[in-house]
T-cell receptor, first 118, second 110 residues
């Protein structure tokens, strides 16, 4: 049973719709991530939140807008998407090093939201 | 540019045989590596990790080997079972983010 829950599991939307993806982690982690997974391509990091602050935005188009209201929840707001945005969107969480602690920890993933843009 | 890559996109093994999945990385400053397994319809699942101060780590039926000299990482699965069929990713940690390879699809033949 995953400690990271994503909803919805599947989403079909038109290019003019507005929708949101939700992620919740029950692992007590302090960092959360959004990734895009397209067929036959490596995972693409989109956003990183550490201690509820956005620390990285990998040149993601503004039609994707993340929100992290607390350390357990992460949202990805979608607006005016393009057909090439159809993909599996994965959320992950980890316990990031703090105060110079060098011990990296693995990221734990949810099962993703399969997004299809019509 | 720097990247994490896998030598083979697919691997087919007989049930009961050992599997070896390879990964090459190019950033010699990477100090933490992870193997993930992704089954159809699911997210990546953590299998095993290794830090750069080690060259071998064993888990249950899995072993990860790290060769920093040639920047090579491998995952060995002992007595491969049908439930091991999945896509396997290696990942290297660079600062605040993780870089993933494209994955190797492992198919276990009965």
């Amino acid at each position: 049973e995953t400690g990271v829950t994503q909803t919805p599991r599947h989403l079909v939307m038109g290019m003019t719709n507005k929708k949101s993806l939700k992620c919740e982690q029950h692992l007590g982690h302090n960092a959360m991530y959004w990734y895009k997974q397209s067929a036959k391509k490596p995972l693409e990091l989109m956003f990183v939140y550490s201690l509820e602050e956005r620390v990285e935005n990998n040149s993601v188009p503004s039609r994707f807008s993340p929100e992290c209201p607390n350390s357990s929840h992460l949202f990805l707001h979608l607006h005016t998407l393009q057909p090439e945005d159809s993909a599996l969107y994965l959320c992950a969480s980890s316990q990031d090093p703090v105060s110079g602690d060098p011990n990296n920890q693995p990221q734990h993933f949810g099962d993703g939201t399969r997004l299809s843009i019509l | 540019g720097e990247s994490v890559g896998l030598h083979l996109p697919t691997l087919s093994v007989q049930e009961g045989d050992n599997s070896i999945i390879n990964c090459a990385y190019s950033n010699s400053a990477s100090d933490y590596f992870i193997w993930y397994k992704q089954e159809s319809g699911k997210g990546p699942q953590f299998i095993i990790d290794i830090r750069s101060n080690m060259d071998k780590r064993q888990g249950q039926r899995v072993t990860v080997l790290l060769n920093k000299t040639v920047k090579h990482l491998s995952l060995q699965i002992a007595a491969t079972q049908p439930g091991d069929s999945a896509v396997y990713f290696c990942a290297e940690n660079r600062g605040n983010d993780m870089r993933f390879g494209a994955g190797t699809r492992l198919t276990v033949k009965p």
